[in-house]
C-alpha cells in the first residue's frame, strides 16, 4: 500500500471477522489465549456482565499506523465497546472507511453536520487519538477547530471524558517546541498522552494491544480519583 491510499478490502468476505447483528457489524475471532496475553484477565473481568463497556471514539490522523486502524477497532469491540470512528480529512485516505462501518455498524465521520442534521452519534465514554499527528495535535491544544476531528475533541477536552492520545510523527516535528508546548497543554487539561519521543522509528508507534491497555489505565485513574 502506498502512503496516502486507502486499503481496499472486500468487506463481504473478511477473513477472520463473524457478523454480530444484522447492521453488519463485525467481530475480528481471537483465541481465548492470544485475548488472556493482549488484553489480560482484566478485560474479561470488565465485560463479564455481557453489556456494552460504553461508547469509544476513536479519532484516525493522517499517518502510517491509520492503515491498521481496524485492528484496533476489532480489539475495542471485543472487549465490548461501542465504536465510533472519527477520521480527519487527510487522515481518511489512510484508511479502509468502507471497512471501518462494516465492523462498527455505522459510518466514518469527517465532516461537521449541517444543522438540519439530526446529531446520530452518541455521547462518548472514551476517546482515543491514534495516530495523532503533529497537526492534529497542535491544533487540539491551541483550540482551532477547523475540522470535525479537532472541534470534537476541543469540546470533549475538560468535560470528564478519559482521553487518550497517541502521537505519531518524525523525530524532527518531536523536537519542536510548539509539539512540546501543545503536549503540556493537553496534559494540563487531562489528556493522557502515550509518546516516547527516544524510541526508535520503528518502535515510535505502540502496538495497539499496548494502546488499549493504556486506555484501561485512563480510565481505572480517572475512577479512582472520583471514589
Known sequence: MKVGTARQRNTAD???YIPLTASKTFLRILPLGHYLETRGLRSLMMNASGGPLGVLYVVVCAAPAASSADDFVSRALAEGWVVRVIATPTGERFIDAALLAAMTGDRVRTEFRMPDEPDELPKADAVVVAPATFNTINKWAAGVTDTFA???LCELTGVGV?????PLLKAELARHLAFERSLETLRAMGVRVLFDPSAPPQSRMPSWPRV????HAVIEDLQTGRD
Open 14 to 16: 473478511v477473513t477472520g
Open 212 to 215: 488499549l491497555e493504556e486506555l
Open 150 to 152: 479537532t472541534g470534537l
Open 162 to 166: 478519559p482521553i487518550l492520545a497517541v
